[in-house]
């Protein structure tokens, strides 16, 4: 069920998509983090930022 209101939108978009991801390991961490939680990699992307319908 989409989210019509574009305040809860832009909430539940920031909960979603705001993290990094470990290229190891895969482990989400928050967006302040330097190194993974679980590996201790010091290689870590953001959360790819595309939200849309599922086909």
Known sequence: ???????????????L????ICMNCYARNPPSATQCRRCGSKKLRWKKAKLGAKK
């Open 17 to 20: 998509l705001n993290y990094k």
């Open 1 to 15: 069920m989409p989210i019509a209101d574009p305040v809860l939108r832009e909430i539940a978009k920031k909960a």
